[in-house]
């Protein structure tokens, strides 16, 4: 299968270039400090969807020191989980308007077609249009990702929303970031790849979001991006390492064999360090039974979790596979922005020699993981230390 990544970058460099924005001169520019405010529902804000790390308006600001380095740029992230152009309204002075931002993007939909009948959702993103524009802010209307019907949010409901926000765009000429063609332009092309950038139905995990930012940025400066190289945040352990500098016990949650290597691992780097285990049992089990257990994590309390699925597990129906190993990283975040480390290992750290099958479940972790946007650890081509010595090495690595 082709990258993700590789394909956003293509299509988006298909895209036809847009005018650039006033703020976009001005980013150009470099002599004043740019201040863009997303809004938005739970695809906007930071939940465990993209990592519980960040989301499109943190990428967007990546995406647009790519294009204008010498930019004095900040970019707000003002997206809240269950919201409607009714709730973003209401605390649009408050979340936005407050911060005096020069450019203002707005993605509403996803749960106004739940239960905001269209006329009001209509007239809702108008008078937020019309307040930005009071406010002195430039404003990108984006229309939201495609999903998976369902009988909640049926296509033709989904449909009539994203057209209102298009022509909202056009009769308020307004710039158009139109997230869905790009979401559809990748399933038409190939429906694998749509789906390796969703987290559920409706969400999309960070290499959605990646597409997101591409298509934003195109939208406010006229030129494509491509976001290919940006790996997931550092530090990877902050938390975890936090908590050592402080002399304060580490609690894990860690499947075989990470249960009994994490702890000298750990006192490698922190002689004195408290390692509080609890192992994570995956022997047995199949992908769908490790995702059921893995709805308790968020209530353990745990300060870092180690997953680290089996190679032996099989790979019958790839879209099944993603569906399990996507919430087994899901429910291993917390709700919101990350509140404790999650590290994902790959199997062939603690087993070296992986037959054709187990290659195949490893190269589709491989890409579930990055599009999660979690740390990782992996074994290096030709490396061929054995997996206590990898996952030292690893730590010491990322050791703030």
């Known amino acids: 299968m082709r990258s993700v990544v590789l394909l956003l970058s293509c299509l988006c460099a298909?895209?036809?270039?847009?005018?650039?924005?006033?703020?976009?001169?001005?980013?150009?520019?470099?002599?004043e400090p740019v201040r863009i405010v997303c809004i938005g529902d739970s695809i906007t804000g930071v939940y465990y969807h993209s990592g519980g790390r960040r989301a499109y308006p943190e990428i967007l600001a990546l995406a647009l020191r790519q294009i204008y380095p010498q930019a004095q740029l900040s970019v707000h992230n003002a997206g809240i989980s269950g919201d409607t152009t009714t709730g973003g309204l209401k605390r649009l002075e408050r979340d936005v308007l407050a911060q005096k931002p020069q450019l203002v993007t707005i993605m509403f939909g996803m749960n106004?077609?739940?239960?905001?009948?269209v006329e009001v959702f209509k007239k809702n993103l108008r008078e937020m249009i019309t307040r930005c524009r009071q406010g002195g802010a430039e404003v990108v209307l984006c229309t939201q990702n495609s999903v998976v019907e369902t009988a909640q949010r049926p296509g033709a409901r989904l449909a009539e929303f994203t057209q209102a926000i298009r022509e909202m765009a056009k009769s308020e000429k307004l710039p158009l970031a139109d997230c869905h063609a790009a979401f559809e332009e990748v399933r038409a092309a190939d429906?694998?790849?749509?789906?390796?950038?969703?987290?559920?139905?409706?969400?999309?995990?960070?290499?959605?979001?990646?597409?997101?930012?591409?298509?934003?940025?195109?939208?406010?400066?006229g030129q494509a991006v491509s976001l290919r190289e940006i790996g997931p945040p550092t530090p990877a352990l902050a938390h975890t390492f936090a908590k050592l500098k402080a002399g304060q016990p580490v609690k894990v949650l860690a499947m075989p064999p990470y249960d009994t290597l994490i702890t000298p691992a750990l006192q490698r780097l922190h002689p004195a360090a408290v390692v509080e285990v609890t192992p994570w049992p995956v022997a047995g089990q199949t992908l769908a039974e490790i995702e059921v257990a893995a709805r308790k994590?968020?209530?353990?309390?745990q300060d870092l979790v180690l997953i680290a699925v089996p190679a032996e597990l099989p790979l019958s129906n790839a879209q099944k596979?993603?569906?399990?190993?996507?919430?087994?990283?899901?429910?291993?975040?917390?709700?919101?922005?990350?509140?404790?480390?999650?590290?994902?290992v790959l199997p062939s750290v603690a087993k070296p020699m992986l037959n054709k099958d187990e290659r195949r479940h490893e190269a589709l972790a491989l890409r579930l993981i990055k599009a999660q946007d979690l740390?990782?650890?992996?074994?290096?081509?030709?490396?061929?230390?054995?997996?206590?010595?990898?996952?030292?090495?690893?730590l010491l690595r990322h050791q703030p």
């Not at 106004?112 to 009948?117: A, E, G, I, R, S």
């Not at 950038?197 to 969400?203: G, K, N, P, R, V």
């Not at 650890?377 to 090495?393: K, N, Q, V």
């Open 14 to 31: 298909g895209l036809p270039a847009a005018e650039p924005t006033q703020t976009a001169q001005k980013l150009a520019a470099g002599k």
């Open 112 to 117: 106004d077609l739940v239960k905001t009948p």
């Open 191 to 221: 429906a694998s790849e749509w789906d390796l950038l969703m987290s559920d139905a409706i969400h999309p995990n960070m290499a959605g979001h990646k597409l997101f930012a591409q298509t934003l940025a195109q939208a406010i400066s």
């Open 297 to 301: 994590v968020r209530g353990m309390g």
């Open 321 to 344: 596979f993603h569906h399990d190993y996507a919430w087994i990283m899901n429910w291993s975040l917390s709700f919101g922005m990350q509140q404790w480390d999650v590290v994902a």
């Open 375 to 394: 740390s990782m650890i992996s074994r290096s081509e030709g490396d061929t230390a054995p997996a206590p010595e990898i996952l030292a090495a690893w």
